[in-house]
């Protein structure tokens, strides 16, 4: 027996919050009190499941008002002019802080997903300035040179991304340096949900010394191996593009198949790439829980900035390594193509990347460097929109063509399994669907229909309140139509079932488009308008995903997003600059075995240097920020 609470969002003159609480508190809050309440009711909270629903007129007031704000025709007076409208369309003009699409998403859904969204418009508004710089260069032919006139007018186009990345950090501190964090009415905001057991005082040393032998032992020889199982892959598309480059049809009798090939290879990088952000966020996660933390803004915080450093190392270390180490010109070459070399002395053999920089000329070793980052860099913003809000919708719409199309018989049977193999890796959290399970077994949940007529009516007047709150939570086009008590209980069931709306995961993809627009696109040009109209799209989607596509999630307060987001800013800016100098005294050096040895290792810890100072400065910012608070 599953007990249903369901609570609609008029409740809160009968709830009463903290004595810090507003007098007239918010949806927001309102739902953060109810969630202690509940929590304080029941003494063991492992078999307590709640979650919050979407209201259908509710999400069609938040969508008008998207619309209406990119009309810019909130917050004035008047209607703005047509050029002006078109300037807040396209993200050029956004609404401040305050503006009242993020007031009211801060009021429903909470801070850290009004902080989300406003940065996310603020990043396309930073992309725009950067678009015309980016503009004027393609136009001049510019791309990474070795010498002559173009190197000169590369390196001015590097050194504008790189003042750019400290324009874009320095306008994020500026927006929100002004407005505190929101506080809410969590479960304790000094102790974690699961309270740990701290160790007595004269446990302490003890204590520590398991905490660490844990991430000594444990935690970091996981991410290590996450990390070259991530290189492993990157090595082996690396590898297969190669192959189809230059080896598969070496007399260019084929081209056609050929360019069809290396294109299915940069659209299968970019999905396998999506596979691989879950399961960083849950080593993050689990790094987080190996020790104890005495407070959840300290569980916070290591999860954040865990998350983000296994990001970063997971889309920047292989790019480092070619550009480090593979495509440097360490010693004198013919120049010549030699594919036929020996290459048994290596570790790996042929199938390592120093037998590649061997065989391979400088030239076309820079060529591949480039090519890799389209995948990453191009392709997978446009394929996270289209995986993440198209596809579910899709689905969803295959779902009950399905019902209507096929009736009973096999065709039916290999349509539904199809069905629910798509709506688990992309619509649905399959572990709240039963696992493995769900794909013979189907609808893992039995809701009790009444049988006979007295019951039903006994149960429509007894819960006449509650008639209007299942109503308005599913997603019926008429919300005063009474329906039957099982079809509302499944459809708030299949709100249960859907993958949470995480505004923090929005947050992580953010900083990963930063960091790549800051180191790819010094190499890159086209890329930074790939990426603008990529997340142009993205601000037009996020909502309608947050809205149809996911679950809603609890609302949480936004200090440490704030926090994280602020010190990966920082983070980067000195790592581009790192980055940068390595491009052009490594990377792009033709006479770099010209110098001698001691000067090669000087240049290149310098730049490793420079990445480490950067996650110190992090880790340091992140550290003022926590005492602050």
């Given amino acids: 027996m599953v007990r249903l609470l369901c ?19 918010t949806p927001c809050v309102q739902l953060c009190i109810l969630r202690t309440l509940v929590r304080e009711a029941f003494e063991s909270e492992s078999s307590l499941r709640m979650w919050p629903l979407q209201d259908p007129r509710v999400a069609e007031s938040v969508l008008a008002t998207e619309a209406l704000a990119a009309a810019g025709l909130l917050g004035c007076t008047r209607a703005r002019r047509w050029w002006m409208r078109i300037l807040y369309f396209l993200r050029i003009c956004t609404h401040s802080v305050g503006g009242p699409l993020f007031l009211l998403l801060r009021d429903l ?27 004027l260069f393609l136009c001049l032919g510019v791309r990474p040179f070795d010498t002559g006139p173009g190197r000169v007018q590369w390196e001015i186009f590097k050194a504008g991304v790189v003042v750019w990345c400290a324009g874009t950090g320095l306008s994020m501190w500026w927006h929100f340096r002004h407005q505190p964090p929101a506080r809410l009415p969590m479960v304790s905001i000094d102790t974690l949900e699961h309270r740990p057991a701290f160790p007595s005082h004269e446990r302490v040393w003890s204590s520590r010394i398991k905490r660490h032998a844990k991430l000594l032992f444990i935690g970091w020889p996981s991410v290590l191996l996450f990390i070259a199982l991530i290189n492993f892959t990157f090595t082996g598309f690396t590898q297969l593009i ?30 396998l790439l999506e596979l691989y952000l879950p399961l960083g966020s849950a080593l993050a996660t689990w790094m987080a829980t190996l020790s104890d933390h005495r407070s959840a803004l300290d569980f916070a915080f290591v999860i954040e900035i865990s998350t983000l450093v ?26 010549a193509e030699d594919l036929g070399r020996d290459c048994s002395h290596l570790l790996l053999g042929d199938y390592s990347i120093a037998c590649l920089r061997l065989r391979l000329p400088f030239k076309r070793r820079q060529d591949i460097f480039e090519s890799l980052m389209v995948g990453p860099f191009l392709i997978s913003p446009f394929m996270k929109i289209f995986v993440r809000t198209g596809v579910p919708l899709l689905i969803r719409n295959w779902e009950f063509l399905s019902r209507q199309l096929f009736g ?83 459809s708030t069931l299949r709100h249960y079932v859907r993958k949470v709306f995480d505004p923090k995961d929005e947050l992580l993809e953010l900083a990963e488009s930063f960091m790549q627009m800051a180191f790819f696109g010094q190499v890159l040009p086209m890329g930074v308008l790939c990426v603008l109209l990529a997340q142009f799209l993205e601000t037009k ?29 920082c983070a980067v800016l000195l790592a581009a600059v790192a980055w940068s100098v390595g491009l052009s005294l490594l990377t792009y050096n033709r006479d770099l075995w010209r110098w001698s040895l001691e000067l090669q290792w000087l240049v290149l810890l310098s730049v490793l240097l420079g990445f480490f100072l950067s996650g110190l400065l992090a880790w340091k910012w992140l550290v003022i920020s926590r005492l602050r608070r």
């Fill in 109 to 135: 859904y909470g801070p850290t997903t009004a902080f989300s969204f406003k940065w996310a418009h603020c990043y396309v508004q930073a992309l725009w300035v950067l678009a015309p710089w980016a503009s």
């Fill in 242 to 271: 190669l192959y189809f480059r230059y080896t598969w049809d070496p007399d260019k009798t084929q081209e056609l198949w050929t360019q069809l090939i290396l294109t299915a290879c940069d659209f299968s990088f970019a999905i």
């Fill in 7 to 25: 609570i609609s969002e008029g409740f809160g003159s009968d709830i009463r919050g903290p004595a810090w609480a507003p007098l007239t508190p």
């Fill in 408 to 490: 009973k018989g096999l065709m039916r049977k290999v349509t539904n399994t199809l069905t629910r193999l798509l709506l688990a890796m992309f619509v649905s959290d399959w572990t709240k669907l039963g696992g493995i399970r769900f794909l013979w077994r189907g609808w893992p949940f039995e809701v009790i229909a009444f049988k006979d007529n007295e019951a039903a009516g006994k149960w429509q007047e007894e819960s006449m309140p509650m008639q209007h709150c299942f109503s308005c939570f599913t997603c019926c086009k008429k919300p005063s139509a009474v329906q039957k008590p099982e079809m509302m209980v499944e």
């Fill in 310 to 335: 296994v990001a970063a190392m997971e889309k920047v270390v292989f790019f480092a390594v070619l550009a480090f180490q593979f495509v440097p010109e360490w010693e004198e070459s013919t120049g």
């Fill in 541 to 569: 989607a996020d909502l309608a995903k947050m809205l149809l596509v996911r679950r809603r999630s609890f609302p949480e307060p936004d200090g440490v997003p704030r926090a994280t987001q602020s010190a990966f800013a």
